[in-house]
């Protein structure tokens, strides 16, 4: 099952480096959810960790990002979507076709981003091109797992219920057999 990521635009008072005073900010953050309603829960729970009891958040959107798959690196601080163009022959028509898709990668400039665009499309079987970097406004990423340990556990126990498999019961033949015959008596 895929994720569908929401990006959430939140309005709130930031610290601004240059000048060290609050000043209002409006960001795109992403969430992994499953509605809008989830969306606006999650961004407002993350969100809450970074700011002091007495200031507040306004969520001014809330849509669906339109990004396949979400890829963080180490040690990079913003974030690029990468458009990929996968290419098809049309049988039917003779012609190759082009499918885009976008992928959110996180690095620190844009030859950075192209080459961690590289790393993750590697193993993909057919064709591709790239025809597109460019930074995304997304300050932040809030996946449901994002590898803390508390969440690991969690992690461990979903994926354990996922893949769990019922176990087979075999029939006794002796024991079926004498409950046959004991029904035939009455």
């Not at 690196?73 to 979507?81: A, C, P, Q, V």
């Not at 022959?89 to 080459?115: C, I, P, W």
Request: one cysteine or more; proline letters at 3%.
């Amino acid at each position: 099952m895929s994720a569908t990521w929401y990006e959430c635009k939140v309005k709130y008072r930031k610290l601004d480096e240059a000048s060290g005073m609050l000043k209002v900010k409006t960001e795109p953050f992403l969430v992994d959810a499953v509605s809008y309603t989830e969306a606006e829960s999650r961004i407002t729970e993350e969100m809450s960790a970074y700011l002091s009891d007495s200031e507040e958040i306004k969520i001014t959107n809330i849509k669906v990002a339109n990004y396949a798959e979400i890829h963080p690196f180490e040690n990079s601080d913003r974030w690029f979507k990468s458009r990929v163009s996968l290419i098809a022959f049309d049988e039917e028509s003779g012609k190759e076709r082009k499918t885009n898709m976008y992928l959110l990668v996180q690095a620190n400039d844009v030859k950075e981003a192209y080459e961690n665009t590289l790393v993750v499309m590697k193993d993909t079987m057919g064709d591709y091109t790239i025809p597109a970097i460019s930074e995304s406004p997304i300050m932040d990423v809030f996946p449901y797992f994002s590898g803390e340990e508390d969440e690991l556990e969690r992690l461990e126990k979903f994926t354990a219920l996922k893949d769990a498999v019922p176990v087979k019961n075999d029939m006794d033949e002796d024991l079926e057999m004498a409950d046959v015959l004991s029904g035939e008596e009455e």
